[in-house]
């Protein structure tokens, strides 16, 4: 069965921090993995990962995955109070439809 | 930018009762998606649906559930007969046709429909 488990379950930092979540995963036919954010609602799409070491970036969030160590991490720096979320990750497979998602990590921004 | 829709935002229910959630993708996107998330839980796939047929299903998707697509636009969830532990947020995605030597499309979802069983 495929699992993604994310680390830490909960952060909680200071305004203009610098914050890392990890994602590691194992799943069969690895295909793609994604993080979105997820505020009250909808998870919104943040970043696809399908190649190792191939940095991702939107302003001041950035991912890299690790396709040998089986993991991803979301860097966000200079955090504002609007980063405050739950960052979800997800994985998809080759052969199937489905994304899995990890449990997330809520992250909590204090101004 | 365009983005999946879904109605109701919120629907309370009697157990042993229907309810229909309904959702419109992205308007050029084929592939469709049903999730939900319990209060506190992992988001959940569901069932996935492409050219008027579903295409994968999970093990939560039981004979009460069944998907349609009644027209170009909108795409359904119905849940036959309600049971307390339906209640969750139910999420639609949708992204576009999957190119074969591409990886995974990007799934876009929608705000989501919070379904309470009474």
């Known amino acids: 069965e495929d699992k993604v488990v994310q680390s830490p379950l909960s952060l909680v930092v200071h305004e203009g921090d610098t914050v890392t979540l990890n994602c590691s995963y194992e799943v069969t036919n690895f295909r793609s993995l994604l993080w979105y954010k997820q505020e009250k609602k909808a998870p919104t799409f943040l970043f696809m990962l399908t190649s190792s070491g191939i940095e991702k970036k939107s302003g001041r969030l950035s991912s890299i995955l690790d396709k040998k160590e089986l993991f991803s991490i979301l860097n966000i720096t200079a955090t504002q109070t609007g980063d405050s979320a739950v960052y979800l990750c997800?994985?998809?497979?080759?052969?199937?439809?489905?994304?899995?998602f990890g449990t997330g990590t809520r992250l909590t921004i204090i101004p | 930018e365009p983005e999946v829709t879904q109605t109701p935002s919120h629907q309370v229910t009697q157990m042993g009762q229907e309810v229909i959630l309904r959702c419109v993708p992205i308007s050029n996107h084929l592939y469709f998606y049903w999730y939900r998330q319990i209060l506190g839980q992992k988001v959940e796939f569901l069932v996935s649906f492409y050219n008027n047929e579903i295409s994968e299903k999970s093990e939560i998707f039981d004979d009460q559930f069944s998907v349609e697509r009644p027209d170009g636009s909108n795409f359904t969830l119905k849940i036959r007969s309600t049971k307390l532990e339906d209640s969750a947020m139910y999420f639609c995605a949708s992204n576009e046709e999957r190119r074969k030597t591409s990886a995974q499309e990007t799934q876009y979802f929608g705000p989501g429909t919070r379904l309470l069983v009474l």
């Open positions: 997800a994985v998809g497979a080759f052969g199937n439809e489905k994304l899995t």
